[in-house]
């Protein structure tokens, strides 16, 4: 169906579980990001690939936001390695997800590229953007919960700036999981719960790691409950808080990142937001307060 629908034109992204393409669809000649999961017949059975369909479905909830990248349909294909032994050969699965195109910036890219363009001293002309940003963020992640979804990977990396950075989207819900009964079962083994979901790593680094774990979101922005097996909306609020300290601030090395990133964990801003921007020095500090329950909601 791939190579029948769509004509790839290039790869956008890769991880340790698959790959993103540029791909025209030749229906209606229009552009889409199509990501393509591998499974390996010798690690996954058909109800660990059947887990998997059902979390990506859970993207069809969140579909009609302006913030939030727009999923249109899934399906699988069932391959084989011709080129080997027949004793050898193995049969892979492999699962494709069409989605929005998104491009040409990442957020990621977008706050580099202005952190150049604008100085460190000149906070003003940065916080207008900034706030504009952080505002659609709250709207997107806001769409998500009432979905009763957790991202759980909510980083500049997986946000999409558009339209000449007039619209933010909120994208790769690699590490989406739907929230019921979230503590009660987290267990990949044995027959499905439907009180369950399971997690879904798309983007994960390693080499050949399990699809199917309790893994968490990047290090610098994840929550530090995340560890755990019970925790609920409020890790991606703590993950916002971060990247609003990043995106009013001008930090000129990844080192000063991090270290501000880090400080952030521990209910410190640095001192300058704090003197000339005091309300959002508290909506930082809010959205990153250690006990959960403390935070606010989108």
């Known amino acids: 169906r791939y190579e029948r629908d769509f004509k790839e034109i290039g790869l956008l992204n890769a991880g340790a579980f698959g790959q993103v393409f540029r791909a025209t669809r030749r229906l209606d000649g229009y552009d889409y990001a199509v990501k393509k999961i591998t499974f390996d017949a010798t690690g996954y059975s058909d109800e660990s690939i059947q887990r998997v369909i059902r979390e990506v479905q859970c993207l069809a909830a969140v579909n009609d936001h302006s913030n939030i990248v727009r999923y249109y349909t899934k399906w699988t294909e069932v391959y084989d390695d011709s080129y080997m032994t027949k004793s050898a050969a193995r049969r892979r699965t492999h699962l494709f997800i069409q989605m929005e195109l998104c491009h040409p910036a990442t957020l990621q890219d977008w706050i580099m590229e202005r952190n150049i363009r604008i100085p460190d001293s000149n906070h003003e002309e940065r916080l207008g953007p900034a706030l504009e940003i952080f505002q659609q963020l709250c709207s997107g992640l806001a769409h998500i919960h009432k979905a009763n979804i957790i991202h759980r990977d909510l980083k500049p990396a997986n946000i999409f700036v558009c339209n000449e950075g007039k619209v933010i989207k909120i994208g790769?819900?690699?590490?989406?999981?739907?929230?019921?009964?979230?503590?009660?079962?987290?267990?990949?083994?044995?027959?499905?719960?439907?009180?369950?979901?399971?997690?879904?790593?798309?983007?994960?680094?390693?080499?050949?790691?399990?699809?199917?774990?309790?893994?968490?979101?990047?290090?610098?922005?994840?929550?530090?409950?995340?560890?755990?097996?019970?925790?609920?909306?409020?890790?991606?609020?703590?993950?916002?808080?971060?990247?609003?300290?990043?995106?009013?601030?001008?930090?000129?090395?990844?080192?000063?990142?991090?270290?501000?990133?880090?400080?952030?964990?521990?209910?410190?801003?640095?001192?300058?937001?704090?003197?000339?921007?005091?309300?959002?020095?508290?909506?930082?500090?809010a959205c990153t307060r250690p006990n959960p329950s403390d935070r606010p909601k989108a």
């Open 172 to 285: 790769d819900f690699g590490l989406s999981k739907q929230l019921q009964n979230i503590a009660k079962n987290s267990s990949t083994d044995g027959p499905p719960n439907p009180s369950t979901q399971i997690l879904v790593e798309y983007n994960a680094g390693g080499v050949n790691p399990p699809l199917l774990t309790t893994g968490i979101g990047t290090a610098s922005y994840a929550a530090p409950e995340i560890l755990s097996k019970s925790y609920d909306t409020s890790v991606d609020i703590f993950s916002l808080g971060l990247i609003f300290l990043e995106l009013v601030s001008c930090f000129e090395t990844d080192h000063e990142r991090l270290h501000n990133l880090q400080q952030c964990r521990y209910q410190r801003v640095p001192k300058w937001i704090d003197d000339k921007f005091p309300d959002i020095s508290s909506t930082i500090l």
